[in-house]
């Protein structure tokens, strides 16, 4: 059975899309299968981060309404076949409810081995749908103070629902840290999550979405190290993680 993964921030400009698709990608150049859902209605941008912007005809409500099966409306990425992508509509029917999203996710569990679900800022219906049937959460921050609030929120909404949720500190730069005299350890208390990633602030995260190649296929540096050590922990790998002080 296929792990649901939701990835959400709280606050927007986190850089959580990107995430999704760094972490989802790596999974798939580990050899797993992954479905990315974007389920951030009416700005979904996931496609872009992906490379995908021109294949995704289909989206999540036609699958979830029963006008399209799952296995059709999905894209397979051409340069990683393991990963697959959902997009999501412009505008979401009110007949699409948690009860159906969560019977698409059945049907995914069965054919994947993680689906990576990119969820709506802010903690309002989007949000809510976008995580009624996920099995682990990743909550994105930066470590700017508002950020780390606002994840805060989340975490005491997603606390009763999802049994495992983790911090990824995202757009981190080192100089600001040693600027502002903290460490990923304040952001961890703030947060009150464990961490299980650290990402560094890196051009190349917009280079390759501008390319419309995900991260991890433009070399193992900087950010795309990240993500796939985010990958390799979700995996159960012992991995160190960054420390950035």
């Not at 990315?36 to 289909?58: E, H, K, T, V």
């Not at 802010?122 to 609030?149: K, Y």
Request: glycine share 8%.
């Amino acid at each position: 059975m296929g792990i649901v993964i939701a990835v959400t921030s709280g606050k927007g400009g986190t850089g959580k899309t990107s995430v999704t698709g760094g972490v989802a990608s790596c999974l798939a150049r580990l050899g797993k299968r992954v479905l990315c859902i974007d389920m951030d209605i009416g700005l979904r941008n996931l496609d872009i981060s992906l490379g995908l912007s021109d294949r995704a005809l289909m989206d999540f409500s036609d699958v979830a309404e029963g006008r399209c099966p799952l296995a059709r409306a999905a894209v397979t990425h051409p340069d990683l076949p393991n990963l697959s992508l959902l997009t999501a509509p412009m505008s979401l029917s009110p007949d699409v409810t948690a009860t159906r999203i969560r019977a698409l996710l059945r049907t995914a569990r069965d054919r994947y081995d993680y689906i990576m679900i990119d969820s709506p800022a802010g903690l309002g219906p989007g949000f809510q749908l976008a995580v009624c049937g996920a099995d682990r959460a990743l909550v994105v921050a930066t470590n700017d103070a508002s950020s780390l609030r606002d994840a805060q929120r989340t975490v005491s909404v997603l606390r009763n629902r999802i049994p495992r949720i983790h911090l990824v500190v995202n757009r981190v730069q080192p100089r600001l840290l040693r600027r502002l005299h903290t460490t990923i350890d304040d952001a961890m208390d703030a947060a009150g999550l464990p961490l299980i990633g650290v990402i560094p602030e890196d051009r190349r995260v917009i280079l390759a979405a501008n390319l419309g190649r995900p991260l991890i296929l433009e070399g193992r540096q900087g950010a795309a190290n990240a993500c796939l050590n985010i990958a390799k922990r979700l995996e159960g790998y012992r991995v160190p993680v960054m420390r950035i002080r």
